[in-house]
């Protein structure tokens, strides 16, 4: 999974969640809010992308834990929305598991004009 956060130059401070790896290279397959955005946002978000399928399980695998990725979306946001000078942030991958998840690589790009 990919989640992370892109200033766009109309909307301001907008987060991405989608299939992370070198999936969100090849298939592009993420779904965007502008910032701040709730939990139902945050819900939309994870069912609007293709590969929403994996993460309710397949192949024996457990489902992946969405009200834990649904936080971690949401605290995001209100980071994005309480931090000012950011210009970008990239969490890729990040690990989902039946029971929590996990950042395995970060990047936070800060804005050289603040």
Same mark, same amino acid.
């Given at each position: $999974? $990919?989640?992370?956060?892109?200033?766009?130059?109309?909307?301001?401070?907008?987060?991405?969640?989608?299939? &992370?790896? $070198? %999936? *969100?290279? *090849?298939?592009?397959?993420?779904? %965007?809010?502008?910032?701040?955005?709730?939990?139902?946002?945050?819900?939309? !978000? !994870?069912?609007?992308? =293709?590969?929403?399928?994996?993460?309710?399980?397949?192949?024996?695998?457990?489902?992946? +834990?969405?009200?834990?990725? =649904?936080?971690?979306?949401?605290?995001?946001? +209100?980071? /994005? +929305?309480?931090?000012?000078?950011?210009?970008?942030? +990239?969490?890729?991958? /990040? %690990?989902?598991?039946?029971? &929590?998840?996990? *950042? *395995?690589?970060?990047?936070? $790009?800060?804005?050289?004009?603040?």
């Amino acid at each position: $999974i $990919i989640m992370g956060m892109i200033k766009d130059k109309s909307f301001g401070p907008v987060v991405m969640f989608g299939l &992370g790896g $070198i %999936f *969100v290279e *090849v298939l592009k397959d993420v779904s %965007f809010r502008i910032v701040p955005i709730d939990k139902e946002d945050a819900v939309q !978000m !994870m069912e609007e992308i =293709q590969g929403r399928k994996l993460l309710g399980g397949y192949r024996g695998k457990e489902p992946a +834990d969405k009200e834990t990725l =649904q936080k971690m979306l949401v605290k995001l946001s +209100d980071f /994005v +929305d309480a931090t000012p000078g950011i210009e970008e942030i +990239d969490m890729n991958p /990040v %690990f989902a598991y039946s029971e &929590g998840a996990a *950042v *395995v690589d970060a990047r936070i $790009i800060l804005s050289s004009e603040e």
